[in-house]
Structures are given as structure tokens and as C-alpha cells.
């Protein structure tokens, strides 16, 4: 991932969070795009696997580089995107109530494991 990505450096208590964005948030992200994609697919059967997921994948990367060319953070695109009453803003009704919940969870998991492999390694 070295040659895509650039080092930063965070404080001691901040690496476990850090590592959850970075080394486990391309997984995390991948499965999140794939299911997206799959629930695309399930809506709509014409549309292939492949062009799902390269709709997706492309999504992904203009939003990444918008970002970039902007300086937008992820609240400004949602503001930019979702105009009130439309199906942007429809989806994330359905998405928000779910979302908070959902990561708190996914980021106790990873708590959960660093804690173990530390009680492991204690003599």
C-alpha cells in the first residue's frame, strides 16, 4: 500500500484508531462497495457484476479525487450531493440511523482483538 498511500504520524493512544482507518479500512471499505453493489444488482438483475462493480469502484475513485481537487471533507460532499428531497438524500434517510451504530461496533471488534493479542503476549 506504500506506493498509494503516504505516512502520517499520530500520537501512541491514536495508532489503534489509525490502524482501523488504514490497514483495516480498505477491507472495511471493500465490503461496504461490494455490497453496495450487490444490492444494485439485486434491484436491478440487467445491470452485471462487473458493471456494478466498476460503477462503484469509479464512484469511489471520482469522490476521492474531487475531495482531493477541492479540498471538500466527506460532510461537504454528502451536502453537495444529496439535495433535499432526492434520492441521495432519501438513501441516507434509510443509511444514518444504521451507520453510527454499525462502525461503533466494527471499531469494538478491533479493540476487542488488540486487547486479546496484548493479554496473549503478557507473560
Known amino acids: 500500500m506504500g506506493a498509494v498511500s503516504r505516512p502520517y504520524v499520530v500520537p501512541e493512544e491514536a495508532v489503534r484508531a489509525a490502524a482501523d482507518l488504514t490497514a ?57 450531493v444529496a439535495a433535499s428531497g432526492g434520492p441521495a438524500a432519501a438513501g441516507l ?14 471499531l469494538a471488534a478491533t479493540d476487542g482483538w488488540e486487547a486479546a493479542q496484548r493479554a496473549r503476549l503478557q507473560p
Do not use: K
Open 24 to 80: 483495516c479500512g480498505p477491507a472495511f471499505l471493500g465490503l461496504v462497495q461490494q455490497a453496495l453493489a450487490d444490492a444494485a444488482r439485486a434491484r436491478a438483475p440487467a445491470l452485471s457484476r462487473e458493471d456494478a462493480i466498476a460503477l462503484v469502484r469509479e464512484t469511489a475513485l471520482a469522490t476521492c479525487e474531487l475531495m482531493a481537487q477541492t479540498g471538500y471533507d466527506f460532510a461537504d460532499v454528502v451536502h453537495r
Open 93 to 106: 434517510d434509510a443509511l444514518q440511523p444504521r451507520l453510527a451504530g454499525l462502525w461503533e461496533a466494527v
